[in-house]
Nanobody, 117 residues
């Protein structure tokens, strides 16, 4: 059974930092493209960053230069390092994983991030 578990969310002041973790069981992240998404209250879920199976990273313009996505194969974990946080970064953050050519997408349960002004 595949499970993605996010952790690391919390309450932080504007300008602060948090590191989110997404740890998988049942799959090996190095074979998957892993993405971070977020959903603010009353808004649609939006893409934040991606770490491809080949190691390439991509970021939404809104977080470029402030967030860094990385992968630790030994821990089967993908991280989202978030710096210079802004109140508009407040959202529930989710990770997902998808293997190339396979329609199945796995999602975690989310972790809440609140940035106070």
């Amino acid at each position: 059974q595949v499970q993605l578990v996010e952790s690391g969310g919390g309450l932080v002041q504007a300008g602060g930092s948090l590191r989110l973790s997404c740890t998988a069981s049942g799959i090996t992240f190095s074979y998957y493209t892993v993405g971070w998404y977020r959903q603010a209250p009353g808004k649609q879920r939006e893409w934040v960053a991606t770490f491809s199976s080949g190691g390439r990273t991509n970021y939404a313009d809104s977080v470029k230069g402030r967030f860094t996505i990385s992968r630790d194969n030994a821990k089967n974990t993908v991280y989202l390092e978030m710096n210079s946080l802004k109140p508009e970064d407040t959202a529930d953050y989710y990770c997902n994983a998808q293997k190339a050519g396979v329609p199945t997408v796995y999602w975690g349960q989310g972790t809440q991030v609140t940035v106070s002004s």
